[in-house]
């Protein structure tokens, strides 16, 4: 009988002052916690060497790890424009280190995540933290939510599959589907 393939997956919860990161194996229907954190900048540090530290670290987990896909949280505009495009920046340099490490990027709305883990588009935070601590046999609920977010993002697209995930693009450059899809994990 053969071993069942194991898909190792990254998730990232883009941020300047902190992107929180969770790393996940699946094999078969079974998904497992391999490390999760939080890469943190010093506010009053000089914004691109806070990009390069965020570049640096996320390029360093990639090579330790060996991730196979990353999922990252899609962005959107809230009230506070400048945070939104400081994340923009942050966003970009992961994306940029999973090019270069070869990953394709898939997207996901904070609605998407919430409705994979808990089957409501709308849960709570506390809710998604309790199915995430679930869903990974942990004994405790990862922290900070950050490092909780990103391991969220990694079982959305464990749960999801590259068949249904939207692929990360820039201003929808494709539009929102405007790709070929991929087959479902092995």
């Given at each position: 009988m053969a071993e069942p393939t194991v898909t190792r997956i990254i998730g990232i919860d883009p941020g300047y002052a902190i992107t929180g990161y969770g790393i996940i194996d699946k094999v078969g229907n079974k998904i497992k916690c391999i490390d999760y954190g939080v890469i943190e900048t010093k506010a009053h540090t000089d914004f691109p060497l806070r990009l390069l530290a965020i570049s640096d670290k996320v390029r360093f987990i990639l090579e330790q790890f060996k991730p196979q896909y990353m999922s990252i949280e899609e962005l959107f505009m809230g009230q506070n424009h400048t945070t939104v495009v400081g994340t923009a920046q942050a966003r970009g340099v992961v994306v940029a280190e999973a090019a270069r490490a070869g990953l394709e990027v898939f997207e996901f709305t904070p609605g998407q995540v919430k409705l994979a883990i808990t089957g409501y588009g709308k849960a709570e935070k506390k809710q998604m933290q309790m199915m995430t601590k679930s869903i990974l046999d942990l004994d405790e609920i990862p922290k900070p939510d950050d490092a909780a977010?990103?391991?969220?993002?990694?079982?959305?697209?464990?749960?999801?599959?590259?068949?249904?995930?939207?692929?990360?693009?820039?201003?929808?450059?494709?539009?929102?589907?405007?790709?070929?899809?991929?087959?479902?994990?092995?």
């Open positions: 977010d990103g391991l969220a993002l990694a079982i959305c697209l464990a749960n999801t599959g590259v068949r249904f995930a939207g692929k990360a693009v820039s201003g929808y450059q494709y539009g929102r589907y405007g790709y070929s899809k991929r087959n479902e994990f092995g």
